[in-house]
Structures are given as structure tokens and as C-alpha cells.
């Protein structure tokens, strides 16, 4: 294809291991792309609109790479299933935007208040050697899983923030520290691992809260 893959409804399945689609890529809500196979490539660095899903991602166990000049969009449901999302100029979630399930995105990470991501097993988001690895506005659940946000610098946690699920502690890792903004909260049940040095400290100037005091949050880093 030439020039924009564009398409409103329907699905595109990717059926070949290293199978490529190297040009934009602008879909509508109620499209599906399958990946079924990995090392799979999509879209083009050329274009800030080279990745622009509003649909359906299911990416299972596979790897693929979302190519844009400005951050690949994710669309209302992106499904991970031990697999890997890698986007060298980041990805965004937009508000009514979902992401659910186990694996990594290897790339920068932001959302918008009304973005979701929920981790289903071991969940691991942002970039290493960006200090806006992992920088999100919307609420992210790690119920009573383990969610590590890789950044240089502290991560940036959005409006809401739940640890747990019911009697079940979940996790949370921020190796650099995090920030919680005045009108952001953290609630549930779990822990909250961050480096206990003043150079790597966590903000926090919004809420924290525990379910009780036989359920409660731990911070176990530094704290400002």
C-alpha cells in the first residue's frame, strides 16, 4: 500500500511471523486488529498519524512494534496476554481508551483522565532512559498483581491509582520514585516499592488510602 491504510470497520488479521505493514495506519472504533504471529510491524515513522487505532488491539503472546512520528494512539481495547508493545516515539491512551492484561510496553507510556489500564499477571510499562517514561493521567489497577513503570525519572501517576483486589495485596514498582499530583489518589491494598533515597523520592501531594488498618498501603521508599 502506497499511501494510508484507512479503514473504518472490520478486521485486519496479521497471520505471518515479521509480517509488516509500513505505511499510516488510521482506523474507526469498531475495527480489530489480531496480531497472530510476532515480531510483527505496523505503521510509519514518517507520518504522525502512522499508528491511529480507535479500535480493537489484541496483541496475545506476540511482539509487535507500533511505528509513528508522534506516539502511536491506542484505541478503546488493547489486550495483552504475555506480550510486548514496542513504539520508538512512545504510545498514547486517550480518554475512553482500555488496556488489559500481562506483558510490557516497552516505549513511553501517557494517558488521559478517562484512560484505563489493568493489569491481569506481571505488568511492566514505560521507557528506561526517558525521564517521561511512564506518564499518565487516567487509573491504573494492579489488583493483586505485581505493575513495575520503568522511567529515568519518577513516574507519574494519574487521577486514581488501586492497589489490590478484595483480600489480595497488588504491587506497585517505581524504581525512581513517583509522583501523586494534588488531585490524584492512591487507594486499595499493597505496596508501593520505590528507592528510599532523597535523589530518587516520591512526591506524594494528593491522597493515599488504605482499605483499613488490616489492609493498608506501604510506601517504602523515600517520601516527600
Known amino acids: 500500500n502506497n499511501g494510508t491504510f484507512n479503514f473504518i470497520a472490520g478486521t485486519l488479521n496479521i497471520n505471518q511471523a515479521s509480517a509488516s505493514v509500513n505505511t499510516p495506519i488510521v482506523t474507526g ?6 496480531i497472530n504471529a510476532t515480531n510483527i510491524s505496523l505503521g510509519s515513522t514518517s507520518s504522525f498519524t502512522g499508528f491511529n487505532h480507535q479500535g480493537t488491539l489484541n496483541v496475545g503472546a506476540n511482539i509487535v512494534t507500533l511505528n509513528s512520528a508522534g506516539y502511536a ?3 478503546v481495547l488493547t489486550s495483552l496476554a504475555g506480550g510486548s508493545i514496542f513504539a520508538s516515539n512512545g504510545v498514547a491512551l486517550p480518554s475512553g481508551s482500555n ?15 478517562g484512560a484505563v489500564i489493568e493489569a491481569t499477571s506481571s505488568l511492566a510499562l514505560g521507557d528506561a532512559v526517558s525521564p517521561a ?24 501517576l494519574g487521577n486514581l ?4 483486589l478484595g483480600g489480595s495485596p497488588g504491587t506497585l514498582n517505581a524504581t525512581n520514585g513517583f509522583v501523586v499530583d494534588f488531585d490524584e489518589a ?6 508501593i516499592n520505590s528507592a528510599n533515597t532523597l535523589a530518587q523520592h516520591a512526591t506524594i501531594n494528593g491522597t493515599v488510602q488504605g482499605n483499613s488498618a488490616g ?6 521508599g523515600y517520601i516527600k
Do not use: C
Open 29 to 34: 472504533n469498531p475495527s480489530t486488529i489480531n
Open 73 to 75: 494512539r491506542l484505541g
Open 99 to 113: 488496556l488489559q492484561g500481562f506483558g510490557s510496553i516497552s516505549a513511553r507510556v501517557i494517558g488521559e483522565k
Open 133 to 156: 517514561g511512564f506518564n499518565f493521567d487516567g487509573e491504573l489497577r494492579t489488583k493483586q498483581n505485581v505493575v513495575t513503570l520503568i522511567s529515568s525519572a519518577a513516574a507519574g
Open 161 to 164: 491509582t488501586t492497589l489490590g
Open 186 to 191: 492512591i487507594t486499595g491494598f499493597g505496596t
Open 215 to 220: 489492609q493498608p498501603i506501604t510506601l517504602s
